[in-house]
């Protein structure tokens, strides 16, 4: 066999080989479609339970469902502008013939929010929105307006009730307050400004706040969500669209929002009306004492271990208290199966209850433990 005829011999079997080697490479190196060298997935955050938290890319139904329910309020009032001590000067009324001059008057306008209770027309707002007026107008979301009548008034909670006579009206549906988390988003809805109904965003600061100063009693929620002049007596909403409270006030530092409003809770206002449109009044319980937070000295000076309570200073005549045998310098430590830690949220916690409830007192006297029965009464009206 000559050279030339060898080398045409071997070269198609190493060609082919080659090609072959090349092939399996190149198959080796493809991706599975069924192994695990896919791209792993984007993990979707999980709640402890394992379920899939999903929030809402919009709260557009919330609004939906709330915002015909809020209502702009503007007030009217009359000021009587003072007269100038010459207007009595006899000789000044001779010479100017001023004798027929009428006391000069000019009004004032002011504005606020509201929120649709009922159906038949019942409104919250707030008392401070709505205090001394004499004329009270009501714009709904589809710009109908009526006037309204004051139903009764709660300065203690800083809460008003009007009526107004319109057809179709919708009621905002009530959310639980109580259940409120630390975090929850929620909207405010209400007339800042004057500009016309607002939204605005944020979450629950924080609940049960009291001692601001701000009201006889308060048990507020605490949010960021922006809340400014005009913003009085809206809708504070959870993401539902349903009601947690009543936007009431703001920490003023330069009078306007600066991320700490403050909302009545639902349940608290609800209360309010009913007892304002069936009574006139609202209706509390009283224990009928005058208490002192205990401190860590007094707390000591009675040989307490604990802080705990508050010092009965003084019980007013033939009340709940006195009926019950209660006396000055008793040291109320539990209401019911509540422990007393704070005398303001206790005495809230009494307001919260109806004449004619029992209530369980864990008290000290003398020393000793004991527990006395009492029965809820009506604050005496100031005369």
């Known amino acids: 066999m000559s050279p030339r005829k060898s080398h ?10 080659t090609l072959l080697g090349l092939c399996i490479i190149l198959w080796l190196r493809l991706p599975d479609s069924g192994s695990n060298n896919e791209q792993p997935a984007l993990a979707t955050p999980a709640t402890q339970s394992g379920q899939a938290i999903t929030e809402p890319r919009s709260y557009a139904d919330a609004v939906h469902n709330a915002a015909p329910s809020v209502v702009n309020i503007y007030t009217r009032k009359t000021l009587k502008r003072r007269r100038h001590p010459m207007l009595d ?9 001023n004798s027929d001059l009428p006391q000069q008057e000019r009004m004032q ?39 309204a009548k004051l139903v009764g008034t709660d300065p203690e909670s800083d809460l008003a009730v009007l009526k107004i006579e319109l ?29 016309g109904q607002t939204v605005t965003q944020g979450i629950i600061s924080a609940t049960g706040r009291y001692g601001l100063g701000i009201n006889t009693y308060e048990n507020y929620l605490q949010t960021d969500a922006a809340i400014n ?16 409270g009543i936007n009431t006030a703001i920490l ?43 401190s860590p000295e007094l707390a000591q000076s009675f040989g307490l271990s604990e802080s705990n309570g508050v010092i009965i200073t003084a019980i007013y005549n033939q009340g709940p208290a006195h009926q019950a045998g209660l006396r000055p310098g008793d040291i109320i430590l539990r209401i019911n199966d509540t422990l007393v830690i704070d005398g303001r949220l206790s005495m809230h916690q009494v307001a919260q209850g109806h004449p ?20 809820l009464g009506t604050k005496p009206t100031p005369q």
Do not use: C
């Open 8 to 17: 045409s011999y071997w070269a198609w079997p190493l060609a082919t080989g």
């Open 89 to 97: 000067d006899p000789l000044f009324r001779h010479f100017f013939n």
């Open 109 to 147: 306008s002011a504005l606020g929010s509201g929120v649709i209770i009922s159906n038949d027309g019942y409104l919250l707002t707030n008392n401070h929105v709505i205090d001394a007026a004499d004329e009270i107008l009501v714009l709904l979301q589809d710009g109908r307006e009526a006037q």
């Open 167 to 195: 057809k179709k009206l919708q009621a905002i549906q009530v959310g639980d307050p109580a259940n409120a988390r630390i975090g929850d988003v929620v909207l405010a809805i209400g007339n800042p400004f004057g500009v």
């Open 229 to 244: 002049p005009g913003n009085s007596g809206g809708a504070l909403i959870d993401a539902d669209g349903k009601l947690l």
């Open 252 to 294: 003023d530092r330069t009078g306007f929002s600066v991320g700490i409003g403050f909302a009545i809770p639902a349940d608290t206002a609800i209360k309010v009306m009913h007892d304002l449109v069936s009574y006139g009044k609202v209706v509390r319980g009283w224990l009928g004492i005058e208490a002192q937070q205990m």
């Open 356 to 375: 004619g409830d029992p209530v369980e007192l864990g008290i000290i006297r003398n020393g000793k433990q004991q527990v006395v029965n009492a029965v």
